[in-house]
């Protein structure tokens, strides 16, 4: 009965080792699969403290511009780029955005074109005008580009409301009366009945876009896509 108690002790260490090596097959990607998740989640909420950050000062540059907060400018872009620390948005041992980096955020102020914004863009007024109508003012009653910011890498990600047509932006991201009131390759998406926001003539939305790529995060390619995206508007 002694070799047989001892063929019976070496039989169950081995059962107890082949759960063990089967079983992580199985919780190994579970384990990792809960990591990609819980990390994305809390990328996904600092992702959306950044962007309401970078919305927060966006209002208040547009709204105070006497207040002297110009965020073209890279020194005063490393306020939102601080907030984004660990996110990649950063030149290494700095607050300055990258340009190649992991993320952006996309500022983009919008407006429905009326009278005010006609009279100043379309210089001389043709005969008859005011009343101004699509006839005379092209852009009249539709959504428009007034400014866009760019702080990151804007050659990767690009707003889902459009993009101002190349060479209209100025260098401290504003946009020209003319090219407000009359250029249509400058109208934004996604505004308007059926969009994120109906404005009326005259006046305007500030909305601020992040994205940032964590693709470093996604072992096992869980996620189909892994780039977090957030938008603001106010």
Known sequence: MGPKQRRSNREQGNTMLEFAVVAGFFLM???LG??????????GIQVSNVCREGAVLFVRATT???????????????????????????QPGTNLPDPNGKGAVILSKVIRVGD???????????VGAPPWNAGN???YDSYVFT???????????????????TGTVKSDG?????????????????????????????????TSEMYVDVS???LFSILAKPVIYCRNIS
């Not at 105070?64 to 950063?90: F, R, T």
């Open 29 to 31: 990607p579970l384990l």
């Open 34 to 43: 809960s990591f990609t998740i819980g990390m994305t989640l809390a990328k």
């Open 64 to 90: 105070d511009p006497a207040g002297g907060l110009d965020l073209s400018l890279p020194s005063n872009q490393s306020m939102i780029v601080h907030a984004a620390a660990g996110l990649g948005m950063n």
């Open 116 to 126: 005010a914004e006609c009279s100043a863009g379309v210089v001389p007024a043709p």
């Open 137 to 139: 003012c092209p852009n």
């Open 147 to 165: 400014n866009r910011i760019i702080i990151g890498n804007g050659s990767r990600f690009s707003s889902l409301l459009g993009d101002p047509p």
């Open 174 to 206: 504003s946009i020209s009366a003319k090219d407000i009131a009359t250029n249509t390759a400058n109208r934004a998406q996604r505004f308007g009945p059926g969009g994120m926001v109906t404005l009326i003539r005259s006046t305007f939305a500030l």
């Open 216 to 218: 470093q995060l996604n």
